[in-house]
């Protein structure tokens, strides 16, 4: 069984900052649980879900929204499968449940890069913590 654990949400003021992290572990087809990229998804209510940021297992590729390029930043941990999202500058609007996500199958590389955007498959997801902006 796999599991995908967050930490780091909670509430800050506008402008302020938070750190999340996400480990996943278990087993999946008799091995230990690998993935080819990891990502965070957010949902605030009345929403649809969307993602904010991903990575690749090696680092070498990101994906982020538009709404939280130059203030996010996603990040590998030194154990596999760990991942952090660094988020500055948070706005009222950043206010949503944050879910970890992690895919199993090969991206595509497309354009000097992995294809993990939102058009890549996240097949493992964690339970989500809450994220809190208030301005």
């Known amino acids: 069984q796999v599991q995908l654990v967050e930490s780091g949400g909670g509430s800050v003021q506008a402008g302020g900052s938070l750190r999340l992290s996400c480990a996943a572990s278990g087993r999946t087809s008799g091995r230990t649980f690998s993935s080819y990229a990891m990502g965070w998804f957010r949902q605030a209510p009345g929403k649809e879900r969307e993602l904010v940021a991903a990575i690749s297992w090696s680092g070498g590729s990101t994906y982020y929204a538009d709404s939280v390029k130059g203030r996010f930043t996603i990040s590998n941990g030194n154990a596999r499968n760990t991942v952090y999202l660094q988020m500055n500058s948070l706005k009222p609007e950043d206010s949503a449940v944050y879910f970890c996500?992690?895919?199993?199958?090969?991206?595509?590389?497309?354009?000097?890069?992995?294809?993990?955007?939102?058009?890549?498959?996240?097949?493992?997801w964690g339970q989500g913590t809450q994220v809190t902006v208030s301005s």
């Open positions: 996500a992690a895919g199993t199958d090969p991206p595509v590389w497309r354009n000097s890069r992995y294809n993990i955007g939102p058009e890549y498959e996240y097949n493992y």
